[in-house]
């Protein structure tokens, strides 16, 4: 039924929290080397309509209802603002008086269309990968135009305007952004963001590990650096 997937819902920080993938398959702006979901054969950021969305909506009211929701966590197989029903959705769990925490890569947050639709959710999560324009280009493999400058512009021009608790994840990836000179830039980033909160990673998939994994102590020393801006 629907075209919607969910994990079993878990607690973070005694809430219980119902994560659901509002995209059929792959839809994202980006196409990134180690992109857990794999390639992006379809790389867009335009609203998309998909089948049975009435049935997904039902199915979704009825997953918050039988299992005494706390927090709904959007996270997709891509980019979830371009689902063309999105704000509905949201509008959906927040009349069940549930928040709404959003996961996109943040790129086209900038937009107006995507600005109204997210300012909805109580938490939005923004990331940053790649620190320079090349690796940006090299591997995140964007929708032809994009830029890294535009990239962090666009999530800067939302948050200044959010209300909400805006989000940052940082993935630190071997011989990427794991210098010193990458850590700098990145703290500049953060330091023009204004998060709420920052969360540091690094990449875990087993396939792309041995490449672009870091080590727990590299990956501890950054996490100080830029945990204490
Ligand atoms: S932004 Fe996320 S979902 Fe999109 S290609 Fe990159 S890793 Fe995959």
Redesign the pocket.
Known sequence: MGGFSYKDIYIEDGKRVLEVNILPE?H?N???I????GR?YNKVDTPQSFDEIDNSLIELESMIENNKVELVFINS???ALVNNKIGDIIDLIKSKGIPVRLLS?GYILGRDKYIQIANKCAEVIG?IKAISEEDFQKI?RPIEGYTLEEYISNMILFNKQYKGKFILEVTIIKCYNDTEESINKIKNVINKLSPDKIIIGRINDERFMKKLGISDKRLYEISKVLLNI
């Open positions: 792959k994202c980006f196409d990134c180690f992109c857990p979901i992006s197989k891509g980019e890569n990331e995140q």
